[in-house]
Antibody, heavy 116, light 110 residues
Framework: EVQLVESGGGLVQPGGSLRLSCAAS????????MSWVRQTPGKGLEWVAN????????YYVDSVKGRFTISRDNAKNSLYLQMNSLRAEDTAVFYC?????????WGQGTLVTVSS | QSALTQPASVSGSPRQSIAISCTGT?????????VSWYQQHPDKAPKLLIY???KRPSGVSNRFSGSKSGNTASLTISGLQAEDEADYYC??????????FGTGTKVAVL
């Protein structure tokens, strides 16, 4: 069964940092682009970033450029999102997803709350 | 990177058909056939319904269909059922090698 499991969410103060992880199983992780998507509580979806199979290409939504860094470890079948200089407006559920020009499957999400 | 435009809500009676529009630009929806649709029930992760404008993944009901004309894509739900009550989002690949989602549509089954 193809599965993605996010972890690392939590409460962080404005200006702080957090690293999210996504553990993949049930497919050959190293063969796929991967993406992060977030959803503000009660609101819509926003694509955040993606990364090529070998990590050589990365793309970001403008609102996180310079603050968030996507990375992966194919040996560990894991995807990461390092989030620095966090702001209140970054509060959201973060999902990882396999990226094939469409996103499937999605993990269950991990909640990041930025508040003092 | 403005969100694609969807109606905030659409409703229909059981067994009716409804359509949800998704309007973008010539840099996203109009540029590629990489439009996808997702269904999200409350407190659940989104689920892929349609990819590449009109393709259905294995296991998705054939009551869901997709189309595109110019900068606007559409999702049609035929034979509306109570379980179809959910939020629906479109998404498109963009000329900036990124993705953009729609604003989301809440479907109500009357």
């Amino acid at each position: 069964e193809v599965q993605l499991v996010e972890s690392g969410g939590g409460l962080v103060q404005p200006g702080g940092s957090l690293r999210l992880s996504c553990a993949a199983s049930g497919f050959t992780f190293s063969r796929y682009w991967m993406s992060w998507v977030r959803q503000t509580p009660g609101k819509g979806l926003e694509w955040v970033a993606n990364i090529k199979q070998d990590g050589s290409e990365k793309y970001y939504v403008d609102s996180v450029k310079g603050r968030f860094t996507i990375s992966r470890d194919n040996a560990k079948n894991s995807l990461y999102l390092q989030m620095n200089s966090l702001r209140a407006e970054d509060t959201a559920v973060f999902y990882c997803a396999r990226d094939l020009y469409w996103l499937d499957p999605w993990g269950q999400g991990t909640l990041v709350t930025v508040s003092s | 990177q403005s969100a694609l435009t969807q109606p905030a809500s659409v409703s229909g009676s059981p067994r009716q058909s409804i359509a949800i529009s998704c309007t973008g630009t010539s840099s996203d929806v109009g540029a590629y056939d990489y439009v996808s649709w997702y269904q999200q029930h409350p407190d659940k992760a989104p689920k892929l319904l349609i990819y590449d404008v009109n393709k259905r993944p294995s296991g998705v009901s054939n009551r869901f269909s997709g189309s595109k004309s110019g900068n606007t894509a559409s999702l049609t739900i035929s034979g509306l059922q109570a379980e179809d009550e959910a939020d629906y989002y479109c998404s498109s690949y963009t000329s900036s090698n990124t993705y953009v989602f729609g604003t989301g549509t809440k479907v109500a089954v009357l």
